[in-house]
């Protein structure tokens, strides 16, 4: 168990629906990484916030968006689905990347998305 | 872009080491370098980071060599279990991008 909880594990829904996956990080990680992978496809990075502001950006499409919210936790709006959106999304954390101590990303077991 | 680069596939026997090579050779002074695993869809899984010294921790030894440009991460006795998708990553710890990774068969 990572500590980095994703809900829900599984969603099922119709292409222009619009849905928010969830992530709860580990017990004092500031920072929080989206990740999209689609079948057989690597790990693509979306977007990271820290300690509740955007920090990096990645391939993310202007239909997603996400955001952290005062107590950390973090939410990633996709809108106007399309069949392709239909992939693993991934959310990481980490501690404080800026008191110069690297460590590592922790991983939830990601949200399964299905657009038909 | 990722900024490594690693070859796609590589088969191991079962109790033997597996060497996994990594090619970093525009990485900056301040980046380290990660590796992590994903074994099948699960959630990619940390396995060690140095920034130029050599790392061993209970999973797994990390080279870098003393220019830095490359790495190699050795998995002492390789069990079925190690079968999984490699990353080698290079991050000061803004945008952690993955690329393909290589694909490491255990075999019986």
């Known amino acids: 168990d990572s500590g980095v909880t994703q809900t829900p594990k599984h969603l099922i829904t119709a292409t222009g629906q619009r849905v928010t996956l969830r992530c709860s990080p580990r017990?004092?990680?500031?920072?929080v990484y989206w990740y999209q992978q689609s079948l057989d496809q690597g790990l693509q990075f979306l977007i990271q916030?820290?300690?509740?502001?955007?920090?990096a950006k990645g391939n993310i499409l202007e239909r997603f968006s996400a955001q952290q919210f005062p107590d950390l936790h973090s939410e990633l709006n996709l809108s106007s689905l399309e069949l392709g959106d239909s992939a693993l999304y991934f959310c990481a954390s980490s501690v404080d990347p800026s008191t110069g101590k690297n460590t590592e990303a922790f991983f939830g077991q990601g949200t399964r998305l299905t657009v038909v | 872009d990722a900024k490594t680069t690693q070859p796609p596939s590589m088969d191991c026997a079962e109790g033997r080491a597996a060497n996994l090579p990594c090619n970093h050779s525009?990485?900056?002074?301040?980046?380290?370098v990660y590796w992590y695993r994903q074994i099948h869809s699960q959630g990619p899984q940390y396995i060690i980071h140095?920034?130029?010294n050599n790392e061993t921790n209970e999973m797994a030894s990390l080279i870098i060599t003393e220019d830095r440009k490359s790495s190699t991460l050795i998995l002492p006795h390789a069990t079925l279990r190690d079968t999984a998708v490699y990353y080698c990553?290079?991050?000061?710890?803004?945008?952690?991008?993955f690329g393909p990774g290589t694909s490491l068969s255990v075999i019986p």
């Open positions: 017990s004092g990680d500031l920072s």
């Open positions: 140095g920034l130029k």
């Open positions: 990553i290079v991050t000061s710890y803004d945008k952690v991008i």
């Open positions: 916030y820290y300690n509740g502001e955007e920090r």
């Open positions: 525009t990485i900056s002074g301040n980046e380290y």
